[in-house]
């Protein structure tokens, strides 16, 4: 079956432009998370929907990053004025509700900051 | 806040060698436990979990992991490993005290198999 589906794979762009990152999940899955993984930092946790309630923003390093869910489906992360740390792939995991639902990854987007 | 800790951060085995793979992790509470695998050029995947039960889990491609909760730990096992077991693992916890479930991931560890 489908799975979690990524746009683009790669992205490169200069140094204080706006990306915006696409994530489309699993049909049915209500959760959806957002990851990044970077060299010397590993996978760390930036945002999480979950259905209608409000997202757990937690995550995010810094203003300048922001994700919405439209229609409880596919999901946008933006990055403003990005700079070189940003670089990094960006992952998207979705999942059933709930504790005890393991979460399945998608491809991620390369991103490259000149 | 949780972390978790993977041991070794490159492992080199020939085929046919045994692998274990150190994870620990700091939480007090209820944790479910995951392995994930990464091969070149592919997503994370599944390897295995732990939510609750037998503490010893199996997983795909022989690959199997003991929950041990006074050390907190949950170490990757294999007993025979091969060429295509080459791939970077996580480990990552999961608690009940975070609302938003995220995992929480070691750094990594990547395995690389001699054939």
């Known amino acids: 079956g489908a799975g979690v589906s990524q746009s683009p794979s790669n992205k490169v762009t200069e140094k204080g432009k706006d990306v915006e990152l696409r994530c489309d999940p699993i049909s049915g899955h209500t959760a959806l998370y957002w990851y990044r993984q970077s060299l010397g930092q590993g996978l760390e946790f930036l945002i999480y929907?979950?259905?209608?309630?409000?997202?757990?923003k937690s995550g995010l390093p810094s203003d300048r990053f922001s994700a919405e869910r439209t229609g409880g489906s596919v999901s946008t992360l933006t990055i403003q004025r990005t700079q070189q740390e940003d670089s990094a792939v960006y992952l998207c995991a979705s999942s059933l509700l709930g504790f005890n639902q393991p979460q399945h990854f998608g491809d991620g987007t390369r991103l490259s900051i000149l | 806040a949780q972390s978790v800790s993977q041991h070794n951060h490159h492992v080199i085995l020939s085929e046919a060698a045994s692998l274990e793979l150190g994870c620990n992790y700091s939480y007090g509470g209820t944790v479910n436990l995951f392995w994930y695998v990464q091969y070149p050029g592919q997503h994370l995947q599944l390897l295995l979990k732990y939510f609750s039960g037998d503490p010893l889990v199996k997983g795909i491609k022989g690959f199997e992991a003991e929950f041990i909760k006074s050390k907190f730990s949950f170490n990757l096992r294999k007993p025979s490993v091969q060429w295509s077991d080459t791939a970077e693992y996580f480990c990552?916890?999961?608690?009940?005290?975070?609302?938003?479930?995220?995992?929480?991931f070691g750094k990594g560890t990547k395995l690389s198999v001699i054939p």
């Open positions: 990552a916890v999961q608690s009940s005290g975070a609302g938003s479930y995220q995992l929480t």
């Open positions: 929907f979950q259905g209608n309630s409000a997202p757990d």
